[in-house]
């Protein structure tokens, strides 16, 4: 199975600032296959972007996703209080199984 | 309204299986999949499997082959999860969401707590 490597672990920043996540495959993933997802406490995760770089219907533009082959970024322009929360990216296209990775958790500085 | 209903809490000795519903609203059934999630208590999204409504194939997370089930109501717009011998590991929020080939999962059910105690 694909395994997906998120990093930071832990990013602290304060509003206004950028912020970039980083997911990374053990093997190629398809572009066309790769989402990244929000979640806040006690909430269900929440599509931000599929396909790499496809904002999902009601996202703000201030997130952006990129990337292909083993390297993929979701890159938060400007950051505003309601974004702090935990997010994941996932691979769903593979015929082995779809896969999370662990989460980054974005945090108040 | 668009939207995936899920059952309720459900508490379950060590042993015993559980079976979770979804019911869709609001949009085709047979139109996209649904994929089951699960989240242990402070821990990250594991994906358990995936069942097509338009006609009940399905594709199992290898860690739980043998051990759950995904089925589907055409009539009542609703999918099932069932998971049998349930240990604590087993504790979690399970989730279903809708799962249409290239578009991720675009819509989540409000997740149901399966507590496995003795």
């Known amino acids: 199975e694909i395994v997906l490597t998120q990093s930071p672990g832990t990013l602290s920043l304060s509003p206004g600032e950028r912020a970039t996540l980083s997911c990374r495959a053990s093997q190629s993933v398809s572009s066309s296959y790769l989402a990244w997802y929000q979640q806040k406490p006690g909430q269900a995760p929440r599509l931000l972007i599929y396909g790499a770089s496809s904002r999902a219907t009601g996202i703000p533009d201030r997130f952006s996703g990129s990337g292909s082959g083993t390297d993929f970024t979701l890159t938060i322009s400007r950051l505003e209080p309601e974004d702090f929360a935990v997010y994941y990216c996932?691979?769903?296209?593979?015929?082995?199984?779809?896969?999370f990775g662990q989460g980054t958790r974005l945090e108040i500085k | 309204q668009i939207q995936l209903l899920q059952s309720g809490l459900e508490v379950k000795k060590p042993g015993a299986s559980m079976k979770v519903s979804c019911k869709t609203s609001?949009?085709?059934?047979?139109?996209?999949?649904i994929s089951w999630v699960r989240q242990a208590p402070g821990q990250g999204l594991e994906w358990m499997g995936w069942v097509h409504t338009a006609n009940d194939n399905t594709h199992y997370a290898q860690k739980f082959q043998g051990r759950v089930t995904m089925t589907r109501d055409t009539s009542a717009s609703t999918v099932y999860m069932e998971l049998r011998s349930l240990t604590s590991d087993d504790t979690a929020v399970y989730y279903c969401?809708?799962?249409?080939?290239?578009?991720?999962?675009?819509?989540w059910g409000q997740g149901t707590l399966i507590i496995a105690s003795s």
């Open positions: 609001g949009y085709t059934f047979t139109s996209s999949g």
């Open positions: 996932q691979n769903y296209g593979s015929s082995q199984g779809y896969t």
């Open positions: 969401a809708r799962d249409t080939l290239g578009l991720g999962f675009d819509l």
